[in-house]
């Protein structure tokens, strides 16, 4: 709770006084200190890095948090420079997650075949060393992985080669290679990036986008009359007719027949990415930025501001009398020396009363009628206080939240409101919570309640 308000009203009086009257006129002063805790929610009010937003890159999200944090401790202990301990923010930013692109590997050994090579595979018709290159007729990893195999008989497992060839193809011989990766005892070919999906067009596809003149179907294939535009527009829309149920994130790699300017028919492939809308083009060495609004939970531990989490939102929701007899249930169970007997369907290890819908904090109420086995004895009301706010996140998460949410998020917070009679004061608190997906349960973020 913020009480800058009370410090302000007191003020006068603190400084032409006694600390006598204070006592005398304000019953319990001395055990509850003015103090200045501050729970802030608001936008991003900063100056951002040059992009417009901060990054957590994928592999490096800690170097983007501690950028997030040192922007938002700023700002923070310019606007509130005498805080106290407990104090939180949660500020709404711009952040991109950001997924890099391939890489290239690190290679253990290049090597480019010679002739020697080529005649060592076979000098045979259809043979690497007839005309000392592979050819669209050869399955050149048959070739290639056994030459590794010698070549590279020393190298350790996880040791990447590139191997590049000559190869032969409608009329031309061009350079190409490919990447070999150390497997155990052998060799497999290494693909930095694989598609979801792999189609060739047939002749019904190309029938399908249209038979007139300058549609794909007249010839069964695309020209050089046809823009780039105009091919990603066939193409893409034909992917989503003939793929409708694929995810968000999911590749396509379409194989198409392109007659060339001159006069050459050849095969040509293109990669697309489907957005969770449409397919669009893309490219694996390319990194994917989302950028995204998020909420960063900031809180200061009495020395500093620090980051604790950073959150998509906030589902709030407010505990009905369903969950204060849930608390009431399981205290009646689990700890039936806590039960009430003074009051109907109330119990104090959590302090629900399933009769009145509220949580009673008095501490009076607490250490005097309820200090089983003496574990409360010489606690002041703060460190009853403590115990009080660790119970409630104990059922809060346990017992309520499990109930409430059938669906838990790990990238929300769930914030939990709730009634609470006498201790820290009459009315509606809430306190916060993040799903643990790994352990199945939620995790207080530490925080005091909140009043409402």
């Not at 040059?50 to 999200?61: C, I, K, M, P, V």
């Not at 010679?114 to 290159?133: H, I, R, V």
């Not at 050849?266 to 490219?283: H, K, S």
């Not at 499990?402 to 709730?418: A, C, G, Q, R």
Request: hydrophobic share 35%; net charge negative; proline share 4%.
């Amino acid at each position: 709770m913020n009480k800058k308000l009370i410090y302000s009203l007191c003020a006068a009086a603190f400084l032409v006084t006694s600390c006598d009257y204070n006592e005398d006129n304000f019953p319990g002063f001395d055990n509850n200190p003015v103090t200045d805790v501050i729970h802030y929610e608001g936008e991003y009010t900063g100056k951002y890095p040059a992009e417009g937003y901060f990054s957590l890159t994928q592999g490096n999200e800690e170097a983007g948090k501690a950028a997030i944090e040192t922007a938002l401790k700023g700002i923070l202990e310019t606007t509130y420079p005498y805080c106290d301990k407990g104090s939180s923010a949660k500020v709404t930013l711009k952040v991109a997650t950001i997924v890099p692109g391939l890489v290239d590997p690190v290679l253990a050994a290049e090597y480019e075949l010679q002739t020697a090579d080529y005649d060592a595979m076979g000098t045979e018709k259809d043979q690497p060393g007839q005309y000392d290159n592979f050819s669209y007729k050869m399955d050149v990893n048959s070739y290639l992985i056994p030459f590794c195999e010698a070549k590279y008989a020393s190298a350790t497992e996880g040791d990447i080669v590139k191997i590049t060839y000559q190869y032969y193809s409608n009329y031309v011989t061009v350079p190409a290679f490919k990447l070999y990766k150390k497997v155990g005892t052998t060799w497999a070919e290494f693909i930095n990036f694989t598609p979801t999906i792999t189609y060739t067009l047939v002749v019904e596809d190309y029938d399908s986008m249209g038979t007139e003149s300058g549609e794909p179907g007249k010839y069964n294939n695309f020209d050089s009359n046809m823009s780039a535009e105009r091919i990603t527009f066939y193409l893409t829309t034909f992917a989503k007719v003939k793929f409708p149920y694929v995810e968000k994130g999911n590749t396509i790699e379409l194989t198409y027949k392109y007659y060339t300017a001159d006069k050459k028919t050849e095969d040509r492939t293109a990669l697309y990415q489907y957005n969770g809308t449409e397919w669009v083009a893309y490219d694996p060495e390319e990194p994917i930025v989302e950028v995204a609004e998020r909420i960063t939970v900031m809180k200061y531990d009495g020395t500093s501001w620090k980051l604790t989490n950073l959150i998509s939102g906030v589902i709030r929701q407010k505990m009905e009398s369903d969950g204060y007899r849930a608390l009431f249930d399981w205290v009646k169970e689990n700890k039936p020396a806590f039960v009430s007997n003074q009051g109907k369907d109330e119990e104090y290890y959590f302090g629900a009363s399933a009769a009145y819908n509220n949580i009673n904090n008095n501490y009076s109420t607490w250490s005097t009628h309820y200090n089983v086995d003496g574990y409360l004895n010489g606690l002041d009301n703060d460190e009853i206080q403590a115990i009080m706010d660790q119970r409630m996140a104990e059922g809060l998460s346990g017992i309520i939240l499990p109930l409430m949410v059938s669906d838990p998020n790990p990238d929300m917070s769930y914030e939990v409101t709730y009634n609470i009679y006498a201790g820290r004061g009459k009315g509606d608190y809430a306190m916060s919570f993040y799903y643990n997906a790994e352990e199945n349960k939620y995790e207080w973020d530490e925080l005091a309640p909140v009043m409402k």
